[in-house]
């Protein structure tokens, strides 16, 4: 509500607090990594890290996840998680346009 608001420092809170309150919660570190991703890349990462190892059949986390990795200059990271959601949801567009596009940009940077 907040996010969609505009009022993203509110909505960042109100992850955190979501999260911390039910760590246990993949949907809860889903929802703090989403929000997250356009303030703060690398809690981003640790959310959606969190929600794979919570929910490790989630091919939407593991996309995200793979989405937060490349954007933090992490590429091998990205092509492993970007892989982990093709091998989740082979027929699922968004994992194959996401994934594909990603994979066809060219191999990983070993750095």
């Given at each position: 509500?907040?996010?969609?608001?505009g009022?993203?420092?509110q909505?960042?809170q109100h992850?955190?607090?979501?999260?911390?309150?039910?760590?246990?919660?993949?949907?809860a570190?889903?929802?703090l990594?989403?929000?997250?991703?356009?303030?703060?890349?690398a809690?981003?990462?640790?959310?959606?890290?969190?929600?794979?190892?919570r929910a490790?059949k989630n091919?939407?986390?593991?996309?995200?996840?793979?989405?937060?990795?490349s954007?933090n200059?992490?590429p091998?990271?990205?092509?492993?998680?970007y892989?982990?959601a093709?091998?989740?949801?082979?027929k699922?567009?968004?994992?194959?346009?996401?994934g594909?596009?990603f994979?066809?940009?060219?191999p990983?940077?070993?750095a």
């Amino acid at each position: 509500m907040y996010h969609e608001a505009g009022f993203h420092p509110q909505a960042l809170q109100h992850a955190r607090e979501a999260a911390k309150a039910a760590p246990s919660e993949a949907r809860a570190w889903h929802l703090l990594g989403v929000i997250a991703t356009a303030s703060d890349p690398a809690e981003a990462e640790m959310a959606f890290t969190e929600v794979v190892r919570r929910a490790p059949k989630n091919a939407v986390a593991a996309l995200d996840l793979a989405a937060v990795l490349s954007a933090n200059s992490k590429p091998a990271e990205a092509e492993a998680a970007y892989r982990s959601a093709l091998s989740l949801a082979p027929k699922d567009p968004a994992v194959q346009v996401e994934g594909g596009a990603f994979l066809c940009s060219g191999p990983a940077d070993p750095a």
